[in-house]
């Protein structure tokens, strides 16, 4: 089983940056692919971005494309967002997720495929 934990959330304004970290612990998989997901209040779970076992292959959003990046840290059990020029737009709490899947293939972008979830953090971001 994994544990996944989130931190890095908080209050920014408009156009500011965050970093936001999951950390894993407990037995992990041989490979798996590390997300984040956002859910907004009234809206539902969304996928944002996610990286590959050997960080080869990332998956974005449309929304975040450019502004976010994500990175790892395998011998850390560690997953990083990065998040530039935040909009209110972007306001929600924020999951870590993991998928075990074979190292070639691609992150998906669909909830289910996901294992396991952090408790996740919120992010504000105000006008």
């Known amino acids: 089983q994994v544990q996944l934990v989130e931190s890095g959330g908080g209050l920014v304004q408009a156009g500011g940056s965050l970093r936001l970290s999951c950390a894993a612990s407990?037995?992990?998989?041989?490979?798996?692919?590390m997300g984040w997901f956002r859910q907004a209040p009234g809206k539902e779970r969304e996928f944002v971005i996610a990286i590959s076992w050997n960080g080869g292959t990332t998956s974005y959003a449309d929304s975040v494309k450019g502004r976010f990046t994500i990175s790892r840290d395998n011998a850390k059990n560690m997953a990083y967002l990065q998040m530039n020029s935040l909009k209110p737009e972007d306001t929600a709490v924020y999951y870590c997720?993991?998928?075990?899947?074979?190292?070639?293939?691609?992150?998906?972008?669909?909830?289910?495929?996901?294992?396991?979830w952090g408790q996740g953090t919120q992010v504000t971001v105000s006008s």
């Open positions: 407990g037995r992990t998989f041989s490979s798996y692919a």
């Open positions: 997720a993991v998928a075990p899947l074979a190292i070639e293939i691609a992150p998906p972008k669909r909830a289910r495929a996901y294992s396991y």
